[in-house]
Nanobody, 123 residues
Framework: GPPLVESGGGSVQTGESLQLSCTTDSLVFTSCAMGWYRRPSGKEREMVSMITTTGVATYADSVKDRFVISRNHRDKTVSLEMTNMKSDDTAVYYC?????????????????WGRGTQVTVSA
């Protein structure tokens, strides 16, 4: 699969903040949308936030106004700043990429996910 290195995650209390980061290589970073999905325990994986190569961001309704996604071109990293966290944010978070050109991305087409990192929010 594509090189996706996730960092961040862990345990926080409600109202606190946490940051997730995902680093990849130049080809993937410049040709694929990147972002985060999550899978709460016992539920389906859901989109949290994605950002295109041109910086257009989308958010799930449940995280709008609390989470901010950003791209760092120098580090080839996409970060998700999560603030005012709630217990419903508890989940395994997966870095995600969505590539629409295998030629430009180095051979990747469609959606791929990282290994995942646990985020736990407790009262």
């Amino acid at each position: 699969g594509p090189p996706l290195v996730e960092s961040g995650g862990g345990s926080v209390q409600t109202g606190e903040s946490l940051q997730l980061s995902c680093t990849t290589d130049s080809l993937v970073f410049t040709s694929c949308a990147m972002g985060w999905y999550r899978r709460p325990s016992g539920k389906e994986r859901e989109m949290v936030s994605m950002i295109t190569t041109t910086g257009v961001a989308t958010y799930a309704d449940s995280v709008k106004d609390r989470f901010v996604i950003s791209r760092n071109h120098r580090d080839k990293t996409v970060s998700l700043e999560m603030t005012n966290m709630k217990s419903d944010d508890t989940a395994v978070y997966y870095c995600a990429i969505d590539c629409d050109s295998a030629y430009d991305s180095g051979g990747y087409y469609g959606k791929y996910w990282g290994r995942g990192t646990q985020v736990t929010v407790s009262a």
